[in-house]
Structures are given as C-alpha cells and as structure tokens.
C-alpha cells in the first residue's frame, strides 16, 4: 500500500513546491512593483516640491536650493550645481550647489563652449561621465574636481522655451550605474530647473520695467511740478521744501512707504491746479478781490479733474484735492470737517502754510520764523489738526537741533 502510493505523493509533494515556488515569484514580483510604485510616487513628490518652490516664490536661490536637494536625494549623489547663462557675457556662472567639500567651487565660472559645462550649453547635449575608471573627463579644473574625489560628472543643459539658460551639474565619489528611469528623472528635473530659471528671469526683467516704468513716471511729475514753481515765480524751491518736509512728517506720522510714495507725487502736485488760474490772479501783486477769490479757490477743484483719469496719480489725489480743506469745516472746496479729511492732506496743509508764510509772496514779505510758528499754533482746532500741530511743532524743534548742530 505505502509503496503504491509514494509516486502520488513525490507528485503532490512537487505540485506543492511548484506552487511555492509560484507564490514566492509573485510575492518577489510585488515586492519590484511596490518599490518601483514607491520610487516613483518619491520621484512625483521631489518634482511637486520644485513645482511649489517655483511657484512660491520670485526668488531663484531658494527654487534651485530646492531643486537642488530634491535632485541629489532622488537620483542618490553626492553633489549637484546650478550654473547660469550670462547672455550677455556668454559665460555660465556657478548660481546654486550643494554636496561640495570646498566652497572654491563656488567661485566657477566658464565661458560658453569652454569646459564640459560650457560644452553642454553650447551643443546643447548631455555630457556624461558615469565612470572616471572607464572615460575620464577632461575637466578645466582639473585640480578641484580632484580635491572633491569625484568618480562620475554630468552636465545636462537647462532649456526653457528653447533657450538655454544654464546647465545642472551632476557629481558623484562613486561610479554611476544609471538606469532609464534615472536618465528620465535628471532630465525631468533639469527642464524644471529651466523653467524655474526662466520664470525668474522674466520676473526680474518685469521688475526692472516696472522699475523704470515708476522712475519715468516720477520724473514726468518732477518736470511738472518745476514748471508750476517756475510760473509762480516768487515761490521758486518751495515744492521741493514742502515735499521733503511733507514726507518726514507724514512718516513721523506713521504714514507707510507705500503711502509715502503717494504723499509724494501728491505734496509735488499740490498746486498743479493752479495751471487753471489765470497769470493776472495768480501773479497779481495785491490782495485778491472776491470774484478773483472765486477762481483761485478753483485750484483744488481743477487738480482733482486733472489727476482723476491719471491712474497711478489717482492714490495720490488727496493732497491737491484736499489741502484748503480746514479741521472745523471752514476750507474749500468741500467743506470737509475733522477727520474726514485725508490725513496726508491735514499734514500737509501745515507744511504748506508753513513754507508760504516763511516765503516772500508777490503780495507780501515772508514772515520771521517766531511769527509764522505762533500762526500756526493759533490755527489748531480751527483750521488744522490739534494732534498734527503738535506733531509738526516738535518735528520744527528737532529740525532747529539738527541745524544747530
Ligand atoms: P499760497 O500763497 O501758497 O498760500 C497757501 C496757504 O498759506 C494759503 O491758502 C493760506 O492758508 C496760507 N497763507 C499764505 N500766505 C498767507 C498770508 O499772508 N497770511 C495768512 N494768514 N495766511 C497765508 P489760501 O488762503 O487758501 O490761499 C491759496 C492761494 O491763493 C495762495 O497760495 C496764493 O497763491 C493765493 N493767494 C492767497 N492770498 C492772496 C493774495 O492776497 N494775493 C494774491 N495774489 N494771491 C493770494
Ligand atoms: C565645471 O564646468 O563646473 C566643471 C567641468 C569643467 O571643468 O569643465
Ligand atoms: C506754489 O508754490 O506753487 C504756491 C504756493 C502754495 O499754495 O503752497
Ligand atoms: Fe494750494
Ligand atoms: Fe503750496
């Protein structure tokens, strides 16, 4: 009987270690596929962490910084570079690295076509040295790249919208064995790179127009506001007083910059609205009748026309609007009271009166110090801010120190 049924069992017994050996496959099989699954769910996140640092933020180091620490953990090496395209000076600047032993490297730079990097750039190809043991790479510094012990070097352009603009550098202290998926994930890392890069530049460049956009724009108003002073001849110089003294006021204050900003173009403006009264009012070398009155309190009225369809004028309308306008409700043109008037207004309204008493007029002298400074005092709560006339009263004394000093 025993001897009869051996065969079936060497048979059931090999069945068995088959479908073992079936399962172990599967399970070695599923085992690849979740560390595969899961190298490449790290590869997705190490790419949405660039992804969000390009987008977070305007500033390039900290992006490269990013995408320099996601490629040097992801692609397992031991140092990675950003260097950038000067294409003005055709040279490719060290921006970014990380995993160096000596901060020489950071002083790299190489000429378009020179060196490895410059290679790369040039022909816009990847230059790759897996193993010094096999192909040994003929760097420019030769000597640095030996104190660093580097046994494998990559250079792969940076391209967005079909410019290079720089190249990632790749190091390791040991031979390199790269796979597909590696080769797929530093060129994907070097295309954010390059957009991250690019969207910097384009950022930078915006800035600078913006910048030179505001600087046109200040000027225009500078040229504007010296033809007003040149009109009114007598009061040559006094715009530019009452706009630096408007400024440390209204930031003793505790205007903002961004304010400040406005405060200025509106304390240079603050009379362009006297460009609708007429020469014989204006310059008229006596005291003004009350149909002349009529036109010359127009002058708010009329800078409020002409500044509104000025866009980035229109923050900075307060102060020629609103400058006659007195705290008990008693100025023109509206009659506003109190604190509906705009504070950059309620200070500057000091400053000029101030400046205007101090200064000789068509129709009058300007007034001593002593004198001026007891006006404005008895104006407080009549037609000035009580708190802005103390304010401006101790700026007046801290501004005689500096001067005695
Ligand atoms: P402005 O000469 O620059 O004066 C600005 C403000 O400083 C005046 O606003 C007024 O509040 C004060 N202020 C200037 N001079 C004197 C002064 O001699 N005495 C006193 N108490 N306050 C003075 P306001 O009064 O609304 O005048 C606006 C503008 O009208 C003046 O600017 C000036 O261009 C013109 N204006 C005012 N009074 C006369 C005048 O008697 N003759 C002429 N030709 N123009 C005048
Ligand atoms: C580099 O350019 O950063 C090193 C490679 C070279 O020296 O050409
Ligand atoms: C002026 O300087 O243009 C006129 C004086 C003033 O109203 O402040
Ligand atoms: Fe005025
Ligand atoms: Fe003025």
Not at 337 to 360: C, H, M, N, T, Y
């Amino acid at each position: 009987e025993k001897e009869n049924r051996a065969p079936e069992l060497i048979i059931a017994n090999k069945e068995l270690a088959f479908q073992n050996e079936e399962k172990e496959k599967r399970a070695t099989e599923l085992t690849i596929a979740n560390q595969e699954a899961e190298r490449r769910l790290k590869h997705t996140q190490a790419l949405r962490a660039i992804d969000i640092a390009i987008t977070a933020s305007t500033d390039l180091q900290f992006t490269l910084k990013t995408a320099l620490d996601q490629a040097v953990t992801e692609l397992g090496v031991d140092a990675a570079s950003v260097l950038l395209l000067n294409p003005s000076t055709h040279t490719l600047k060290y921006a970014a690295g990380r995993g160096f032993r000596s901060n020489a490297y950071r002083r790299t730079q190489v000429r378009l076509g020179g060196g490895l990097a410059g290679k790369a750039a040039l022909e816009r190809e990847i230059f790759a040295y897996p193993d010094f043991t096999v192909n040994q790479p003929n760097f420019t510094i030769p000597k640095l790249m030996a104190d660093e012990s580097f046994a494998a070097y990559y250079a792969v352009p940076l391209i967005a919208k079909g410019f290079v603009n720089g190249v990632l550098e790749i190091f390791h202290r040991a031979p390199l064995h790269p796979d597909d998926e590696w080769l797929t994930f530093l060129e994907t890392i070097a295309g954010q790179v390059a957009i991250a890069i690019d969207s910097a530049t384009m950022f930078n460049d915006l800035h600078r127009s913006n910048i030179d956009l505001m600087t046109a724009y200040d000027t225009t108003i500078e040229g504007w506001s010296h033809a007003l002073d040149l009109r009114d001849k007598e009061t040559e110089g006094h715009t530019q007083r009452v706009t630096e003294m408007t400024i440390n006021f209204a930031r003793s204050a505790g205007m903002t910059e961004a304010e400040l900003v406005h405060v200025r173009r509106g304390a240079l403006l603050h009379d362009i609205g006297k460009m609708g009264v007429p020469d014989h009012i204006l310059l008229k070398p006596d005291k003004l009748t009350d149909e002349e009155w009529v036109a010359m309190r127009k002058h708010p009225t009329f800078a409020y026309e002409l500044l509104l369809p000025i866009a980035y004028l229109r923050p900075a309308l307060d102060i020629p609007y609103c400058h006659h306008e007195k705290w008990d409700g008693t100025g023109y043109p509206r009659g506003l009271k109190g604190e509906q008037i705009p504070l950059a207004a309620r200070l500057f309204a000091i400053v000029d009166v101030w400046d205007a008493l101090r200064s000789d007029r068509p129709y009058r002298q300007g007034w001593p110090n002593e004198k001026a400074i007891n006006h404005i005092k008895s104006l407080s709560g009549t037609h000035f801010d009580p708190k802005a006339v103390d304010l401006f009263l101790n700026m007046l004394v801290e501004l005689s120190k500096d001067q005695a000093e």
